[in-house]
């Protein structure tokens, strides 16, 4: 598997604010909130950086324990794969760095998660169609 | 019948060509014009957003249905920028004619299918409505059909034309927004959240104190040249805790069809005693909770917070799926700042603290 990654798009949209990501998987109707460090981890990883390119320039920013800031990556990216906002980038598709501010001090990745939407995006079958071919309500539902 | 038995041969979802969804768009306004030459009916031009909407309808039924909730947007001009035609099936006798595809084994979510596998053409179905919504963006025409519009639930009179509503506004760089909006003479605040947060409750209190009223639930609102947020419904949904709260309003409910999810609503105006803005400057974006104290209150937030609490339930439940859609939400947000509401147990503080928020954001 390719540890360089890309954002799952058309399905996942994102916007940044200087403290936080808001991502929002509009497959799933799950959104989720990155915060401290996971913010600039998110920017890089979206570019196509390998998750020790990640690592490497954060401690090297933060002056944190190289080996702890790799661990939190290496577990961010799991929980992004996992809901689906980041996919493995194709070995034809080039990283595209950019200029990511990033912190002088080290706070854990947080990685919030919210499901209250998700009851919007249920889907229901289509039983039955009426003579001219558009869907109705199931005659046994009154 | 069944579904498997009306596939037949129709293409296949998602794959009919533009050009066949544009035929068929012809073919349901020759319909339309069909009918109304048989039967004549109202039309009616309104302005929403700088832009005109020509509402023509066959038949005199469903007109009440879809006009009532926007019946204070001002009158528009005689060239529209959408069309929308309707057509009532009980009344007229008349269907919708055959779609030219074949519809997947499950309605996707929203009820939002796009035949052409693109916007090119947007339908909603409601089977439990048997509600019918079709926009055609290249020629700015869109339909309305329902099997009789006396069935038709109590939130399609609130919300009508919801998500017609949604598609056009996106494509004219203004955002319809899930999220109740009241004002003042200095300018108004939209409210966010997702159900329950306290917005409509906000709103009604707001709205019963002599607050400018643009909407509960759902409104239109740009972020340039200036912020501005436009009313679309004037309707105002009830919960059972309202009924209780605001006996004059309860007294003023309707319900066209109750059942049991269903909320009563008002529709507020100069007959209800209240005030109806149709365009206010948009000053704040508010995040409206429950805080547990006595007197409302509220904090500046962060424009991050405001947009979690706005853009997943806008997106989310119009079904939008543009990417540009956040981006346009998060514009919005950075136009204007935040606040928290901290919603005190003293209805009677909510309004004179909306005010005040008012005073501070437009300052």
Not at chain 1, 33 to 51: D, F, K, N
Request: proline share 8%.
């Amino acid at each position: 598997m390719s540890s360089r990654h890309r954002v799952n798009a058309p399905d996942v949209t994102h916007e940044s604010f200087d403290t936080e990501v808001l991502v929002i998987n509009l497959r799933n109707g799950s959104y989720y909130s990155l915060r401290e460090s996971a913010v600039p981890m998110w920017h890089l990883l979206a570019q196509g950086l390998e998750v020790t390119e990640v690592a490497a320039k954060i401690a090297q920013a933060t002056s944190a324990s190289p080996e702890q800031v790799l661990a939190d990556v290496q577990s961010l990216v799991t929980d992004l794969t996992k809901q689906s906002l980041l996919v493995e980038r194709p070995a034809s598709e080039a990283p595209q760095p950019a200029e990511v501010a990033l912190p002088s001090a080290y706070a854990k990745p947080v990685f919030d998660l919210y499901t209250d939407m998700q009851q919007l995006l249920m889907i229901d079958p289509i039983h039955e169609v009426d003579v001219t071919g558009w869907p109705v309500k199931p005659p046994t539902q009154s | 019948m069944s579904v498997d038995s009306a596939r037949g041969s129709a293409v296949h979802a998602g794959e009919l060509s533009p050009e066949v969804a544009a035929r068929y768009v012809d073919d349901v306004a020759r319909s339309f014009e069909q009918l109304h030459a048989q039967l004549g009916g109202p039309s009616r031009c309104l302005a929403l957003g700088g832009h005109s909407l020509r509402f023509a309808f066959a038949g005199v039924k469903l007109e009440p249905a879809i006009l009532s909730a926007i019946a204070h947007l001002p009158v528009g001009s005689d060239a529209p920028s959408l069309t929308i035609m309707g057509w009532d099936g009980a009344e007229t006798q008349a269907a919708l004619p055959p779609p030219p595809w074949a519809w997947p084994e499950n309605l996707p979510p929203h009820g939002i299918f796009r035949p052409c596998g693109d916007d090119s053409l947007r339908v909603f179905v409601a089977p439990w409505s048997h509600l019918i919504l079709m926009y055609h963006a290249a020629t700015s025409r869109a339909f309305v059909w329902t099997r009789n519009a006396a069935e038709l639930p109590t939130y399609h009179h609130a919300s009508p034309l919801l998500q017609v509503f949604s598609w056009w506004t996106r494509e004219r760089d203004l955002n319809l927004v899930h999220g109740g909006c009241v004002g003042d003479e200095d300018g108004a605040v939209l409210l966010v959240g997702k159900g329950g947060s306290g917005k409509s409750t906000t709103c009604l209190l707001a709205a019963e104190a002599g607050l400018n009223y643009l909407a509960d639930d759902y409104c239109v609102a740009a972020s340039a040249p200036s912020p501005v947020v436009y009313s679309l419904y004037r309707s105002g949904k009830l919960h059972r805790g309202h009924l209780q709260r605001f006996p004059r309003l309860a007294s003023l409910a309707i319900d066209p069809n109750a059942d049991e999810f269903e909320k009563p609503m008002i529709f507020l105006g100069e007959a209800t005693g209240h005030r109806v803005a149709t365009q206010l400057p948009l000053r704040a974006i508010v995040v409206p909770r429950i805080s547990g104290l006595e007197t409302t209150s509220f904090e500046r937030t962060s424009p991050a917070e405001a947009l979690r609490a706005l853009a997943p339930s806008t997106l989310l439940q119009l079904g939008e799926r543009q990417s540009t859609a956040l981006q346009s939400l998060a514009d919005l947000v950075r136009a204007v700042p935040s606040y928290r509401l901290n919603l005190g147990s003293r209805f009677e503080t909510v309004a004179p603290g909306l005010r005040e928020l008012i005073g501070a954001a437009a300052r």
